[in-house]
């Protein structure tokens, strides 16, 4: 990827914004028993993961309409709102007089994330546009390191007993910061990406949207790509007890760690050694379905930090920014609609496969752990079919294409 000079403080601006995402994603969590208390809920910390299913609500209900947003007014438009939402994400949140305001502040925090999604993805692919499936890598990359270092930070502002309102303040200051700068820096006109072509000729007819087996494909990737490193996540826990292992929050940094690796090293396989997309997105679940029957086959704690370590790397990697490339080159013409769409599948993922998991537990009992895996492996399987079907559109295009140049 050659930086375009135009837009590097652009660019600057978009990974520092995914960066702080990344801590938002974690940060409520870090902090549950300091925000229940702030809110009246004593030690209640359900109270605190309410808060956050609202997150969920709100991202979903707005990804029905902040991509057509984005696409009609631009791609600065939702930045800024997107920025100021998470102005008041950081503030609210740390300062909410009650559960019921921090209820609000949550399904506010959902829709902010959804402008973001609709506008920075897309603006760094139409900055970008020799290099889309990287700069959306990126995105992923940003994330996952802001989610790395937030338990230092956290370790280190509890050394110094720093209050934790100011972890919030820092970041609504930040959040203030970067949408004023999207008011100056140069952002790229998507009325001209949107004349691009899609890759897919059959995408677009007589200017009419076509819905293609392929889109449904990598919308339903929106879906699968999220659920089976969050239920990893969400119950590695219980199953590293399950097998005898001490300490199983450190399969979390193990799995952090590999994610990181990956979406590096997916990065330069893609750009620099020629390897496609859909390729990555059928041959990585099918590794993250095979590490997690060995999960399953053997009880070992050292099983279970290999495991990890695989699902950080070929599930958690960044095949939903790869399906995002792919639906943008499907639909150049409405890129943030095109890809709201996996950002719904994306949402219902993360409250369902949450809910599946929890009607396991509550049923099974001390099974689950292993019945959840099972359930995992499933998901990845139906993964793998969406992106062959991927890869199979993609060889038939190319095919087509040749027969109409003879």
């Known amino acids: 990827m050659k930086p375009n000079k135009n837009y ?8 520092l914004s995914f960066l702080l995402l990344g801590i938002n994603m974690s940060i409520s969590a870090q902090y549950k028993t300091e925000l229940a208390h702030a809110w009246g809920a004593g030690n209640n910390i359900s109270v605190v993961l309410t808060v956050s299913s609202a997150v969920g609500i ?9 991509g057509i947003i984005s696409d009609k007014f631009g791609r600065r438009t939702s930045a800024i709102i997107g920025s100021f939402g998470w ?3 950081a503030f609210g949140t740390a300062y ?7 209820y609000i502040i949550g399904i506010i925090t959902g829709i902010a994330m959804s402008f973001s999604n609709s ?10 546009p020799d290099s889309r499936s990287l700069v959306t890598l990126l995105t992923k990359f940003f994330v996952s390191f802001g989610q790395f270092i937030l338990p230092f930070i956290i370790i280190f502002l509890s050394a110094e007993k ?19 700068i999207c008011f100056l820096v140069p952002f790229p006109d998507s009325r001209i990406s949107n004349q691009e072509k899609p890759v897919t000729k059959g995408a677009v007819r007589n200017g009419n949207v076509k819905i293609s087996l392929e889109a449904v494909a990598l919308c339903l990737i929106g879906f699968t790509s999220t659920a089976v490193f969050m239920l990893w996540t969400q119950t590695n826990q219980e199953l590293g007890k ?22 590096l090293l997916t990065s330069f396989i893609i750009k620099n050694k020629g390897i496609k997309e859909s390729t990555i997105l059928t041959i990585y679940p099918v590794i993250s379905a095979l590490a997690l029957v060995l999960a ?5 704690p050292i099983v279970l930090f290999i495991v990890s370590g695989f699902i950080g790397f070929f599930a958690a990697g960044g095949l939903l920014q790869l399906a995002i490339s792919l639906m943008a080159g499907l639909y150049p013409q409405a890129k943030a609609t095109a890809t709201s769409t996996l950002f719904i599948a994306n949402g219902i993922s993360n409250w369902g496969v949450i809910q599946v998991a929890a009607i396991i537990t509550t049923s099974f009992g001390t099974a689950a752990p292993r019945l959840i895996l099972i359930f995992n492996i499933l998901l990845c399987i139906f993964g793998a079919i969406l992106g062959l079907i991927v890869k199979q559109n993609e060889i038939k295009q190319a095919i087509n294409e040749k027969l109409a140049l003879k």
């Open 119 to 128: 506008a920075l993805t897309p603006a760094m692919m139409e900055a970008y």
């Open 87 to 89: 102005v008041i994400f």
């Open 58 to 66: 709100g991202s979903l209900i707005a990804s029905l309409f902040t």
């Open 242 to 263: 399950a097998y005898g292992l001490t300490n199983p929050a450190l399969l979390q940094s193990v799995y952090a760690v590999c994610s990181l690796i990956s979406v």
């Open 162 to 180: 720093v209050p934790f309102t100011y972890v919030f303040n820092f970041i609504g200051i930040a959040y203030l910061i970067i949408g004023i």
């Open 296 to 300: 399953y086959l053997i009880n070992s």
């Open 8 to 15: 590097l403080s652009t660019t600057i601006a978009i990974y």
């Open 96 to 102: 909410a007089p009650n559960a019921v305001f921090a």
